[in-house]
């Protein structure tokens, strides 16, 4: 409509030469709008797929230029956005369901074995010659009790940050030295050979012993009850200028047909039968701790080889 008033205004005023300008221009510019038109369409229909919840819709961008291929490469991320966030809530509700079926097994087992045998126990009486066998019993299984109630309580601090971090400089050298002290006899009776490779000079990191202790503990008690007898448990140390990089590294027992993020979730253990004795929760335990101590923890899975690599940032001389 503005095209054709333009046509009649300029039909009536100027000379013939000026129209045959105009019409060529209106030539040169109608593909433009149509363009122009074709694109803003393709946004519209992509925006209202979006609001409808239909995440799998996206712009076709064939043809569109400047600031609406712009929008167009924003409605898609949009698109991706949601559907990373979708997913990562399906993923979320389905580790908080196995958490809620885990836990209560975990509490179920040891409390029928107490009421089990405390029932055996109290219908047969202290004379018993079954009675130190039931009493044996009572106790294994209220120390597993109380042991999975206080790494609920440490896994519920550490990942909320309520403890007190102390954070000193620490040789990793000399820090490895006594984890593997403390930790090679009791490798040894599970038929497993601990090799410690430490690093080169005086690797200094801030940390808290405590925690760090407690990180250390928490993987080598892994190690002991996943790991394949009659292998080597590698721990090894590695300084860069920058960083300090500890790696726990062990074959193991069972197929790990599990991924690594999983096995980091709080429950997740590496036995899907849930055999063996523990709560499932060392790793997640261990992550946080590394966390608190501005270290990163990660896991890595690759057939039957285990890996956990510790990595803290290196002090400097005369950094504390």
């Known amino acids: 409509g503005v095209s054709l008033a333009e046509l009649f205004f300029l039909a009536a005023f100027s000379r013939s030469a000026v129209v045959v300008i105009w019409v060529i221009a209106k030539l040169i510019e109608a593909p433009l709008l149509v363009l122009i038109v074709i694109s803003l369409q393709k946004l519209k229909a992509g925006g209202e797929a979006l609001a409808e919840g239909n995440l799998n819709a996206s712009v076709d961008l064939k043809h569109m230029y400047g600031v609406l291929r712009s929008h167009g490469e924003n409605l898609n991320s949009i698109a991706q956005g949601m559907q990373k966030a979708v997913q990562q809530q399906l993923k979320s509700?389905?580790?908080?369901?196995?958490?809620?079926?885990?836990?209560?097994?975990?509490?179920?087992?040891?409390?029928?074995?107490?009421?089990?045998?405390?029932?055996?126990?109290?219908?047969?009486?202290?004379?018993?010659?079954?009675?130190?066998?039931?009493?044996?019993?009572?106790?294994?299984?209220?120390?597993?009790?109380?042991?999975?109630?206080?790494?609920?309580?440490?896994?519920?601090?550490?990942?909320?940050?309520?403890?007190?971090?102390?954070?000193?400089?620490?040789?990793?050298?000399?820090?490895?030295?006594?984890?593997?002290?403390?930790?090679?006899?009791?490798?040894?009776?599970?038929?497993?050979?601990?090799?410690?490779?430490?690093?080169?000079?005086?690797?200094?990191?801030?940390?808290?012993?405590?925690?760090?202790?407690?990180?250390?503990?928490?993987?080598?008690?892994?190690i002991q009850k996943y790991a394949q007898p009659g292998t080597r448990v590698y721990l090894t140390c590695q300084a860069a200028d920058e960083q300090v990089t500890i790696?726990?590294?062990?074959?193991?027992?069972?197929?790990?047909?599990?991924?690594?993020?999983?096995?980091?979730?709080?429950?997740?253990?590496?036995?899907?039968?849930?055999?063996?004795?523990?709560?499932?929760?060392?790793?997640?335990i261990a992550r946080s701790l590394t966390q608190l101590q501005h270290g990163t923890?990660?896991?890595?899975?690759?057939?039957?080889?285990?890996?956990?690599i510790l990595t803290f940032p290196r002090l400097r001389d005369g950094e504390g």
């Open 93 to 222: 509700e389905r580790f908080r369901t196995d958490l809620i079926t885990n836990v209560s097994h975990d509490i179920k087992t040891p409390l029928t074995s107490i009421v089990n045998y405390a029932g055996l126990l109290q219908r047969d009486g202290l004379s018993s010659p079954d009675a130190p066998e039931y009493l044996e019993v009572l106790v294994r299984q209220s120390t597993r009790l109380k042991k999975l109630t206080e790494d609920l309580v440490e896994a519920s601090k550490a990942t909320t940050g309520n403890l007190t971090v102390d954070l000193q400089p620490t040789d990793v050298n000399v820090f490895l030295g006594q984890t593997t002290g403390e930790y090679e006899e009791r490798l040894a009776a599970k038929q497993l050979a601990l090799c410690l490779t430490p690093a080169e000079g005086t690797p200094i990191i801030s940390a808290d012993g405590r925690l760090l202790w407690r990180v250390f503990e928490n993987l080598f008690s892994n």
């Open 247 to 284: 790696t726990f590294r062990n074959i193991s027992a069972e197929p790990l047909n599990i991924s690594a993020d999983e096995l980091m979730e709080r429950f997740v253990r590496g036995d899907a039968s849930r055999n063996t004795e523990g709560s499932g929760l060392g790793l997640s």
């Open 297 to 308: 923890f990660a896991l890595a899975v690759d057939g039957d080889l285990f890996k956990a």
